[in-house]
DNA sequence: CATGAATGAGTGTTCATTCAT
DNA sequence: CATGAATGAACACTCATTCAT
């Protein structure tokens, strides 16, 4: 499971391998759980060599929630684009929870490992991650504005329900497309 | 943080401080990451005393999750009989999503570990889970039998997404009762 | 299996009980590897309560050396003296080494003991070995100044050949009166 | 003390002074007595480096048995090719059992792991074992077949006896050829 | 770019020993 | 007499990291 994109060089080709294997690892084996000797197996090198291309364990595991994140994001974007920028609210949450479902499940492996409990709020993925969340809570109150959603609650918290529901059944494996019908219909979205 | 219960005996106190001090380390590091030495050292022990109380790391572990399904097993059925047995279906389930968030949030460490990936589906641990969830699946069943929520999804999907929803929330700090009404706002509960 | 003799007081049951599941354990898993808790649980007893009879493992061995020894020095003398005191030398050989056979076979946990190449030269057991060893040198040079064996040979090394043979084969489980025959036939002595 | 052969590779100098120290730990102290953190030390290593050489503690003990199966067989063949295809059954066992002894003595540490009670019986240890036993039976019957050897007697007990006597006072330090000489004089085999 | 070899700090676990009960 | 509870040192083993090759 790769992330995108088109790398030219030998080295950029093996960063990828690494990255794919440490979601992987990460996903399977929890942040504290995952090996590099396991990652650079996985990649078909040697543990020392990941050192080549990452720093470290930890800048290594960063790099993949970057690329997670970076990844929902562009997802979001080409969902919400591919709506149009005055499409009715309704309809933007619909596609983002759709969008976010789809790459939950489809970049499984890197979404585990940005829901991980002791993820860094500082460095790049923090604020891509702040971005992400930030472009969710607007989406809610827009929503919230035209009366598609209750507008008694936080729209941070509507948020993060949503991402706590969508996150958790995408993870467990079930259909992306029907995780996203299921929330439309409960929350009489649709 | 711990789970109920009075205990007698030395050991018997031992014991549970060794299961609060690995709940929060399970939840904090992760079911991979917990260190016997972390979880010792707050348990105001040394490492190799753990195994007079408990055979291994992964029975002392396994124990965590025992200690917090048989708790939050215990609270679901407090709130449902608190409500009567022939509560309409919409207030029983309200009774539990409030029950849930509240176990969620007050046994937060035991909570956390329950939601590791890697949970065993054999044992005692694996029995209660799917007694819990079951139960669940009844209750949001027989809502939608009484049209409180839409019948045309399965009353397991929606069970994983109330508990994705409420549990990344409760488990993030939020209060467990502002979290419960925002779920009734949303599904039009009441 | 035991080493002989009755006890009355109830500690000393415990004790001999001690000592046969430590010559046992010393038997199977070699003295660095015996292991005082599994010593303990084979008597029926928890680890701690040996220091009770005993001052510390290493006395425990000791003590599992000492009565292997004097057992097997009793048989000797037994065997010798049921030939007579005037008996011809290499009667007097042949008893010993059916004696030796016997003992290596039905006191084997304990023989194996004394067989550790750690054996302490000091000590009590020490003592014993020096006496044992003594004895049999002079059957040795006994029988060689009656030309029953060959005396060009040192005699102890005679000897050393000797208990190296038969505890071999009597700790190999061959039954000791096969071993014995077989060494009085190689050895031409009748 | 080594077992022979000349290694290029520094992972195999290595790998060499390692089986010699854990052939010397476990001469000294037992199988089970026998610890990493010695036998590193020893070495020249710290002790989780030996992972890099060996995948476990049984695997670094089992090769020192086949090393010094495979040394002490090589010994025997020699010992015989030198004696000629058609030199009488006295005169290959007499070749046989000085070259036993001398490589008991001369592999003394590799020697003593080999006579370890809990000798795996399955592996290529196991199998060079039968190898060497089986040679050895066969030596034995030869001599008995031209009466050079008492022919009452099993050979493999005769082969047990012998191996017991040799082992016992080549380990004990005395030298080899004094011992060998000594099994002719007490066999009439010389 | 990548590996072979090593390290030092960490892991879970066992064990002899102590001592209050 | 014996156990329950704990310790501290050892154990085998893993791992992130380094660096010469």
Chains 1, 2, 3, 4 share one sequence.
């Not at 958790?168 to 995780?179: F, I, K, M, N, W």
Request: without cysteine; charged residues 25%.
């Amino acid at each position: 499971m790769t992330v995108s994109g088109r790398v030219r060089t030998k080295g950029g080709r093996t960063r990828r391998r690494l990255l794919d294997a440490a979601a992987a690892e990460v996903a399977r084996n929890g942040r504290a759980g995952a090996s590099l000797s396991a990652i650079a197996a996985a990649a078909g090198l040697k543990a020392g060599s990941i050192y080549f291309h990452f720093e470290s364990r930890e800048r290594l595991i960063e790099a993949v929630l970057e690329e997670g994140l970076r990844a929902t994001l562009e997802r979001l974007d080409a969902a919400l684009a591919a709506e149009g920028d005055h499409a009715p609210p309704a309809a933007r949450l619909r596609a983002a929870i759709r969008a976010h479902a789809v790459a939950a499940h489809e970049l499984r492996d890197y979404t585990v490992a940005v829901l991980a409990p002791d993820f860094p709020d500082g460095g790049t993925a923090g604020a891509l991650r702040r971005d992400y969340v930030g472009r969710w809570a607007e989406l809610v109150a827009e929503a919230q504005s035209t009366g598609h959603l209750p507008d008694s609650v936080d729209p941070r918290l509507v948020r993060d329900l949503l991402f706590g529901a969508l996150n958790a059944v995408s993870l467990a494996g079930r259909p992306p497309a029907e995780a996203a019908s299921a929330v439309y219909a409960l929350l009489r979205l649709g």
